[in-house]
């Protein structure tokens, strides 16, 4: 009997360690690290276009947030030009023929989905050497920050992900008239070459949903209640294909609710599947609610790609390579929890004790996010 009280007592400790370790980093759950920007060559000139979400914008440069009300207004980025200059572009390295371009702020604003779009023009020596861009700004950025860097020299794209030690790109100069030549034609020229876009964004799933605490501990508590397989199966298939059409919607810009609703939502249905576990008699038919749940966690999934503005003709391989990553992510956690979930089921100190302590955190971990998401909305 002290066995089994010990056993418990250290599995109740060891879970509430946990899930106290993930309230407080409820705020970042959704935060992915993305950004964009796309360079076209203009001459001796390349004029660029960034995007990246406001909250890292405020972290990287929290003189922005002048009222430190926690967001951007337009008037403090009308007055931060001269802060955004030295803190994004002179962050972004552009050289040719070893000579350094000097880089020039054109433009900055507001975008509708809590992101900041930044214009620039990086005027270089004249030359024929090809342009090397550097992101020296993911050394300021989180860690794994990814920047979406898209190329453009007159019809020739080209898109590389860039993060870590990988930030450097290589952009060709335009060609003069004597190179293009009178027989090559528009057609000859127009070609868009795609880099390790898809790779990178399926990365960006299972990371995202590995670091996405509130996700988590929601299919922990999903696969707590007793229940055969099959009709577990049927509880995560509901939740994927759920999450699965939300994500699409809200990447296509077909429709997404503010994140103000959203994020609270997510965490009360958190809430909702820890004491439901204390009730819950029959699993089988779960799904039906696991389903609503997983619409609003797609939107939740979402929120991370709208923040910046993909390129147009990377929305396709982004969403698709993104949810698969996500659902690559979500079937190695299931992995684990579930096979340790049903050997803890057989342990007589486990059920009904262990399930309903670990429900109850589960619960409190819901209540806890959503009163703090409430409050910092």
């Not at 360690?17 to 964009?36: D, E, N």
């Not at 200059?85 to 962050?91: E, F, N, T, V």
């Not at 290589?170 to 060609?175: C, L, S």
């Amino acid at each position: 009997m002290r066995k089994r009280t010990a056993a418990l007592s250290t599995f109740v400790t060891l879970v509430t360690l946990v899930l106290a370790l993930l309230c407080p980093r409820s705020a970042a759950a959704h935060t992915i690290g993305l950004s964009t920007g796309e360079y076209t060559v203009r001459g001796s000139s390349v004029v660029g276009t960034l995007a990246f979400a406001r909250g890292e914008i405020a972290s990287l440069a929290p003189g922005i947030d002048t009222n430190h009300d926690g967001h951007l207004a337009p008037s403090e980025i009308a007055s931060a030009r001269s802060l955004l200059a030295s803190k994004l572009l002179g962050r972004i390295r552009i050289s040719t023929g070893g000579a350094a371009c000097s880089a020039k702020l054109t433009d900055a604003g507001l975008t509708e989905e809590d992101g900041l779009l930044v214009s620039g023009r990086w005027d270089c020596a004249a030359s024929n050497a090809p342009f090397e861009l550097e992101i020296a700004l993911l050394d300021d950025l989180a860690r794994g920050h990814r920047h979406i860097a898209r190329t453009v020299t007159g019809a020739s794209t080209h898109d590389e992900v860039l993060f870590g030690d990988q930030r450097t790109v290589t952009i060709t100069p335009e060609p003069t008239a004597a190179a293009v030549g009178p027989s090559t034609s528009h057609a000859d020229a127009d070609t868009t070459e795609s880099g390790s876009g898809g790779w990178a964004f399926f990365r960006m799933g299972i990371e995202h949903i590995l670091t996405g605490y509130d996700h988590l501990v929601f299919i922990l508590g999903l696969v707590l209640a007793r229940a055969r397989l099959r009709s577990l199966l049927a509880v995560v298939t509901a939740f994927t294909v759920a999450h699965s059409m939300t994500l699409a919607l809200a990447v296509l810009g077909v429709w997404a609710p503010s994140s103000r609703i959203v994020e609270p939502a997510i965490a009360l249905s958190i809430a909702y599947v820890g004491i439901e576990n204390f009730f819950v008699k029959d699993a089988s038919k779960r799904w039906r609610i696991t389903f609503p749940f997983g619409l609003i966690h797609g939107f939740g999934f979402a929120g991370a790609l709208q923040e910046i503005a993909l390129p147009r003709s990377s929305v396709s391989t982004a969403l698709v390579s993104f949810n698969l990553g996500v659902e690559a992510g979500q079937l190695a956690a299931l992995a684990l929890l579930l096979p340790l979930v049903l050997f803890l089921r057989g342990k007589s100190w486990f059920e009904p004790r262990g399930v309903r302590v670990v429900s109850g955190a589960v619960a409190l971990a819901g209540g806890v996010w959503f009163v703090e998401r409430v409050v910092s909305g």
